[in-house]
Structures are given as structure tokens and as C-alpha cells.
């Protein structure tokens, strides 16, 4: 089974995904990011790379920030990428990544609660996105609420906090 | 995107996965399913059906038990199947799915620390196993440690807790 | 022993003690409290009263605010009373009930990180803070850091997000 | 106020309080003591001194183990003690304990959950504990579920899981 024996990298950006509680200001904030903690706890034996690109709020990501996340995806040696991203603008990196066809399977996924708050939705994310990109043809996806999307079929509902086709 | 417009089935046969702690009795037991707290805390809008078979020690599975996993899997109108189950046996009923050749993924998952204790892995590796059903071709497969195996070449290395390929 | 056969109240009044995340305006805001579920948690036996009075930032809190937290002490038929409350003004407030020198003890605790964040330290206070209550003798103080102030003799050191004597 | 200028011991027994889950066995066990990460976590500024006297289940305690926390608590230059403690032979501890009139606030607490699982009650349980060293006279002392108990007037309740006055 070729997949058992394949490898992959996690881009790291920021978004609530990696959001601290700064106990001092009082409010959730970027330090450092939480995937090395959340790989050990999920046992990953994969061989796997991670590469913290940026860690900010997605809402902050200017067309410049984009470029370094399409650069850090072209330079990858890895066919299986996940980004990990704010959900406000994960949409648009997608678009700027799918469009570059890059021949690499790059999976856009993040959090609606900071993995470092009770009840989060990152280590599910992060799973699933991770077992999409090495196993799904080369193309840039979004992974989040359980279901896959295509680069370019894809908007978050901002009322719900949910992905949705866009074409539905 | 095909994925997008998907849905799934879950099969629960108990296993670490499942666990709980008694406080009167001071250990970890059976009670309930955690799947429907975690699906929620992920946030799936994944169309997806629960199928509570079991919730026993996988060290406690009998052939008679194998059969019913496999008979939940036959009858399951959903071809992306992911089945929780105890890791000490999960290799033996994934045979047991594997060669009946259903025509459908199954992909069978665990957890070598229960949802209930910190620091557990089974949120990741349901995320894992749930995208890894939705698109892997037919077949039985193990997935754990973010590695996915198919079910005629995996083993549990019991000192170290981990799956590796039974050739390598 | 008398203590076993007492009873106390807890008088919540929000701050970062009770902030919960909302997962849509990706923030931490005030819903509801989280005292009935950390009761539990605790298996907690003792009666106890729990007056929900206000679920505010305690930067927020203005004199009718604190009026309010008196009332609250004084209706209270328990002599022992703990009061949850927002860490930026607590100080301020227990001034308010120090003053009114009620013959009650009166013990006012928070939390530098949220209930619902990993790593919140308001558990331990919460029973630090009520044991306090329980075995003081009548007065006003605020427990923080696992230390107990009389109410005029506190002061928080907001660099360093702890409490400390104001005459040290 | 004194109290505020106080430090207190923690003599570490085990109980499930500590115990842990070991993945690879599959089951509960003690490695090591939570109290300094649950401390940090807890913002503690009190001077405290740590004793690891003992990692083991109250249900194998012995006479001998029951001389050895009876020398600690003698030995503590502290006169505020807690003794992290098994819950089901606790009050036989403190029975020792209170016999030997230290002349010392000697508080037993444990957890019904083990602070590494879930909904644990360790956190508020060594807070109140803690308190009640800090302010309760000379004595040996039980405090579980919000209560406090004079060491020669209590039980525990082993179908509840919960302590009692042995008088009622």
C-alpha cells in the first residue's frame, strides 16, 4: 500500500487553529503553534514536516502573505500539504493555490475553537485533512467540516460558521 | 467535487476509543459511544450514520462478534465505512472484512489513549479514518498513526503501541 | 465538626472566570456560567446557593454594579459567601463589601485564564476560595495565587497577573 | 493579614489523583506525580514545599506507609499540610494522623477522577484543601466534596463515592 509508506508537510499560518490565551492581556493571541504538541498527542508516526510559514489572523493576510503560502507549497519536496488557516480567508488562499496547479495535493484546513480551548475542532480538522492530502488527487482543496471541497466550489457561511459548496 | 456531496456510516464496537473512567468503581470502562459529543465538537456536517454494534474490549472480540462487524458493513447503504474498534484485534477483524471483499472502504481506527483522558488520539484519528473512507478506493484498510495500511499487510507492534506494515 | 455541616453561596458576577468562546465572532464573551457544571465536576456536596447577579467584564463594572454585589452579600441568609469575579477590579469591590463590615465572610476569587480554556487555574481558585469562605472569620478578603488578602491590604500587579499585599 | 504570608507542604501519597494513563498497558497506573504542572497551571504563589513520599493505591497501604506520611507530617516545618491521598483508606491515614496531635492543620484530599481524565475533581479538591490548611486550628482533617471533616468523624460512603459524617 503505497500511501502507508508516503510522507507529508503542514504549513502553518496561524488562524484561531493555533490562538493562545494570553493570560496577561486577557485575550487569544499567537505565541507559537500548538501541531508539534497535537502530532505527538495523535501519535503520528508519519513522516512529516512542518513548516511555520506565518502565524496570524487570517483577516490580516494581504496578497503578499498569499504569495509566501503558494511559495511555501511550490517549494515543498512533499506531494501531500496541508495548510493550516483562518477559515475567514482560507477560500481565497485556496483560489491563489489551486489556480498555480501545482501538481501536489494541498489540503486548506483550520479551526472554529483554538485547539487550546475546550471542545475544539483541531485535531479532527487536522486528521482529516492530513489523511485527504495523501490521498487525494493533486489539486487544492478545503477540508473542513467533514467534508472536502475543490478550490474553486467552496464559501464560508459567516452565520453558521460552516463551508458550503459554492454552487449549491 | 464528488467528496463534498458525500456521506458516511460509523460502526462503534467499543475499544480504548470508548472508554470511560467510573469514579465508583476507580477504572476505565464501558458506558456509551463518545462518537456523538465528538461529531459535534468537530463541527461534521457530513450526512452520517452511527451504528452502535458494540462496546467490548477488543481483546474480548470472538469470531461470532467479527461477524456482526462485518454483517454492519454489508448492510451499510454508505460505501465509506469507518470502523471504531480496540487496537489489540483490530488487524484480525479487518481481515475478516477485508476478504469478504464488500466493495466498499472501510477504513477500521482506534485510540491507544481513550477520548475521556487528556492527551487522547482519537479525535485526530476519527478525522483521519473519516477522510481516508471518503476516498480511498474499495477495500479494508487500518489507519492509525496518521498512516494508512491495507488490511493484508499491517500489525500491531504491541511493546511500542504502534502499526507498521507486517512486510517491512 | 461544624464546617461539615455548613453551607455557602457563590455570587457570580462574569468575569474571565466565566468567559466562553464563541465560535462565530471568534471571541471570548459571556453566555452563561459555568458554576453549575464545575459544581458537578467537583462533586460538590455541600448546599450551596448560587446567585447569579451579573456576567460582566469586570472592567465594566461601575458602583451601581458593585451596589449590587453588596446587596447580593447582604440578602445572603449564608454566612459564608464566594464571590466570582472579574480580576481588573476586584479589588475594588471587595472594598465595597470591606466597608460595609456585613459579619459575614465574604471571599472574592477569579480566574487569569477561562474555565473553558485548557490550563484555567479557575478551578483550584474556586475551591480555594470557598474553603476560605468556610473557615474565615467574619470580613472581606480577596483569594488569589493560592494566598488570602484582607480586602484592604490588596492590590493586583496587572504586569505580572498576580495578587500581592499593598503593603509589602 | 497572616494568612497571606503563610506556606504550607503537600505530601504526595499517589491515589487516583495521580494515577495515569499508560497507552502502551493499556490502564491506569502511577509514573509521576501532576502537582507541579497542576500548581503552575493553579498560578500558585504561596511558598510551598513538594514531599513525593509515596506513589501508590490507597488500597495497598500499610501500616508501614501509614508510619512513613505520619513522619513526613511530623517532620514538616510547615505547620499547613495537605496529604494527597486514595480515597478508600484515607480516613485510616487520618486517623493515624490525628492521633499523634502534630499540632499542625493537617487536610487529607484525593480525587475520584484521576486529574488526567476528564471532569476530574483534583484541581478544586487541592484548592479548598489547600485553604483549609492555611486557616483551619490545629488537627488532622478530611476535605472531599466541599466539605470538611475532623478526622475522627467521617467515612466514606463507597457505593456513592462521596464522604460522610460517621455520626449521621
Excluded at 493533486?138 to 477540508?143: I, P, S
Amino acid at each position: 500500500m503505497s500511501e502507508a509508506g508516503g510522507s507529508a508537510r503542514i504549513i502553518v499560518t496561524g488562524g484561531t487553529f493555533d490562538k493562545r490565551y494570553d493570560a496577561i492581556k486577557g485575550e487569544l493571541t499567537f505565541s507559537e503553534t500548538h501541531l508539534p504538541g497535537l502530532l505527538e498527542q495523535a501519535r503520528v508516526k508519519l513522516p512529516l514536516a512542518v513548516d511555520i510559514r506565518l502565524l496570524i489572523d487570517s483577516l490580516q493576510m494581504t496578497d503578499a502573505h498569499r504569495q509566501q503560502v503558494l511559495e511555501a507549497c511550490r517549494e515543498s519536496p512533499e506531494r501531500s500539504i496541508v495548510v493550516v488557516h483562518g477559515t475567514d480567508t482560507m477560500v481565497e488562499t485556496a483560489q491563489v493555490v489551486g489556480r498555480a496547479a501545482l501538481g501536489k495535493a494541498v489540503v486548506f484546513t483550520g479551526a472554529m475553537v483554538p485547539y487550546s480551548v475546550q471542545g475544539s475542532d483541531a485535531p479532527f480538522n487536522l486528521g482529516f485533512a492530513l489523511a485527504a492530502s495523501l490521498t487525494l488527487p493533486a489539486g487544492a482543496y478545503v477540508a473542513m467540516n467533514a467534508k472536502i471541497f475543490a478550490w474553486d466550489d467552496v464559501m464560508k457561511d459567516k452565520a453558521e460558521g460552516t463551508f458550503k459548496p459554492r454552487s449549491a
